[in-house]
C-alpha cells in the first residue's frame, strides 16, 4: 500500500494524530498517525484501549502468569 493510501480512510478522511483515554490507568496517550497506519495495513478494527505503559504491563502480566505451572 502506498503512503497516499494509507493516509486516506473511508470516506476520503485523512488521519491525524488522536488523543485516547486509557480504560485502565485513564491517562490521555496520543495514537500517532504512523501507529493509525500500522493498525490500517495490519487490518485491524479497534483502536487501542491502553496506553502504551498499561500495554507493556498487561503483557507482561500475562507471561508472568503463562509461565507459571511451566517453571523447570
Known amino acids: 500500500m502506498d503512503c497516499k493510501a494509507l493516509k486516506t480512510i473511508k470516506g476520503g478522511n485523512y488521519m491525524s494524530d488522536k488523543t485516547l483515554k ?4 485513564e491517562a490521555e ?3 500517532t498517525e ?7 495495513e ?3 478494527e ?3 484501549q491502553r ?8 503483557k507482561q502480566q500475562r507471561r508472568d502468569s503463562d509461565n507459571r505451572g511451566f517453571r523447570r
Open 34 to 40: 504512523g501507529e493509525q497506519a500500522f493498525y490500517l
Open 29 to 31: 496517550f496520543v495514537f
Open 22 to 25: 486509557c480504560k485502565d490507568c
Open 51 to 58: 496506553c502504551p505503559d498499561c500495554r507493556r504491563a498487561r
Open 42 to 44: 495490519k487490518g485491524f
Open 46 to 48: 479497534n483502536e487501542p
